[in-house]
Nanobody, 123 residues
Framework: QVQLVESGGGLVQAGGSLRLSCAAS????????MGWFRQAPGKEREFVAC????????SYADSVKGRFTISKNNAKNTVYLQMNSLKPEDTAVYYC????????????????WGQGTQVTVSS
């Protein structure tokens, strides 16, 4: 079965960096597009970044553009989210997900989700 396991979350001061990883199994990873989403307490889940199956196209939410970088290592079946210049408003549970269609900013297009990893940014 498809499994997505996130890691790399933690507590960091504002201005710091974290790198999230999402290890995938049970799917043809090199053929799928992946995305990162986040959900803060009391808020809806929101799009962060997505990457096309080949890595040839990438999209970011405006709130993270220029600070976050998504990448995909097909040899390791892993997608990453490098987060720099973190802000307190980046505090959330971060989820990786597999797109069931083309790479997309819409969470409804994603059919498999990881359990999430907590990122907390202190001011």
């Amino acid at each position: 079965q498809v499994q997505l396991v996130e890691s790399g979350g933690g507590l960091v001061q504002a201005g710091g960096s974290l790198r999230l990883s999402c290890a995938a199994s049970g799917l043809a990873f090199s053929s799928v597009s992946m995305g990162w989403f986040r959900q803060a307490p009391g808020k809806e889940r929101e799009f962060v970044a997505c990457i096309m199956w080949s890595g040839g196209a990438i999209s970011y939410a405006d709130s993270v553009k220029g600070r976050f970088t998504i990448s995909k290592n097909n040899a390791k079946n892993t997608v990453y989210l490098q987060m720099n210049s973190l802000k307190p408003e980046d505090t959330a549970v971060y989820y990786c997900a597999r797109s069931g269609t083309y790479y997309s900013r819409d969470a409804n297009n994603y059919d498999y989700w990881g359990q999430g990893t907590q990122v907390t940014v202190s001011s």
